[in-house]
T-cell receptor, first 114, second 114 residues
């Protein structure tokens, strides 16, 4: 039973355009959500997070949107750059934000073409 | 350099052998975790620790032991390696209780069990 789902295994966009990566979750107890970026042969790198009390969080080119009623979140990257090409993992945690047990999605491979 | 250090980077084991994957962090982080990443499966939590002397099981703990005698170190022990434990293993740490930040991951240990 997959509690965090990233239904698009891959996404390809042109440099300068918007990249939208999607994530759905099924566990209503999840109250904190994170996005990680992973390059080959490296560990995941924390990108951005959002608490369930918010519906949007922004950090530079990266914005995460949370729709609690739909149990859906998305990561927007604007403008996309070739260096953004990586696997992006959505992760979620429950328990009041202590945030030490993460459930990950399977990841989406983003390719940004020059 | 500050961060999470994992050793070894690569390891080949024969079925039935035991070994310890090392993980050390120098950031005085309280929370530490071990994840495994399998193709098409995302990252799955094996064991975690919320402080020295305190450990607990994650989603896939069978076949693995952990201990946390110091804040800095969190070794993962494979008791009797099986081919199903072929995976990439990531150790991660985070400060408590900074909920706005995600885990810092090590660069991983690629384990093959033959």
């Amino acid at each position: 039973d997959q509690q965090v789902k990233q239904n698009s295994p891959s996404l390809s966009v042109q440099e300068g355009r918007i990249s939208i990566l999607n994530c759905d979750y099924t566990n209503s107890m999840f109250d904190y959500f994170l996005w990680y970026k992973k390059y080959p042969a490296e560990g995941p790198t924390f990108l951005i997070s959002i608490s369930s009390i918010k519906d949007k969080n922004e950090d530079g080119r990266f914005t995460v949107f949370l729709n609690k009623s739909a149990k859906h979140l998305s990561l927007h990257i604007v403008p996309s750059q070739p260096g953004d090409s990586a696997v992006y993992f959505c992760a979620a945690s429950a328990g009041g934000g202590s945030n030490y047990k993460l459930t990950f999605g399977k990841g989406t491979l983003l390719t940004v073409n020059p | 350099n500050a961060g999470v250090t994992q050793t070894p980077k690569f390891q080949v084991l024969k079925t039935g052998q035991s070994m310890t994957l090392q993980c050390a962090q120098d950031m005085n982080h309280e929370y530490m975790s071990w994840y495994r990443q399998d193709p098409g499966m995302g990252l799955r939590l094996i064991h975690y620790s919320v402080g020295a002397g305190i450990t607990d099981q994650g989603e896939v703990p069978n076949g693995y032991n952990v201990s946390r005698s110091t804040t800095e170190d969190f070794p993962l022990r494979l008791l009797s390696a099986a081919p199903s434990q072929t995976s990439v293993y990531f150790c991660a740490s985070k400060i408590h209780p900074a909920n706005t930040y995600g885990y810092t991951f090590g660069s991983g240990t690629r384990l093959t069990v033959v």
